[in-house]
Nanobody, 114 residues
Framework: VQLVESGGGLVQAGGSLRLSCAHS????????MAWYRQAPGKQRELVAS???????NYADSVKGRFTISRNNTKNTMCLQMNSLKPEDTAVYYC?????????WGQGTQVTVSS
């Protein structure tokens, strides 16, 4: 099973990006899905998470600007990022928790220029 992120890129401050996470291979019993990010020289941090029931949680720094969503039929997840700031610059990782084990994606770079 591989998780593949897409949608990263370079955007000016105030702009928007939409990240997507899909998987290859069979994956069962997905519980929580989440986005993490890691900026240079910093620890990886939780950006947003969503449970199988649709409950969401956001880092304070992105509340009101980012929206996480998922499609339980397709087992995909998206992160809509609006009003981007230079401090949002990081590698964004998809993370999935299943009944058997967790999975990480390889990451997608998001760069916000001032």
């Amino acid at each position: 099973v591989q998780l593949v992120e897409s949608g990263g890129g370079l955007v000016q401050a105030g702009g928007s990006l939409r990240l997507s996470c899909a998987h290859s291979g069979s994956i069962f019993s997905i519980n929580t899905m989440a986005w993490y990010r890691q900026a240079p020289g910093k620890q990886r941090e939780l950006v947003a998470s969503i449970t199988s029931g649709g409950s969401t949680n956001y880092a304070d720094s992105v509340k009101g600007r980012f929206t996480i969503s998922r499609n339980n039929t397709k087992n995909t997840m998206c992160l809509q990022m609006n009003s981007l700031k230079p401090e949002d610059t990081a590698v964004y990782y998809c993370f999935v928790v299943t009944a058997l084990q967790p999975y990480w994606g390889q990451g997608t770079q998001v760069t916000v220029s001032s």
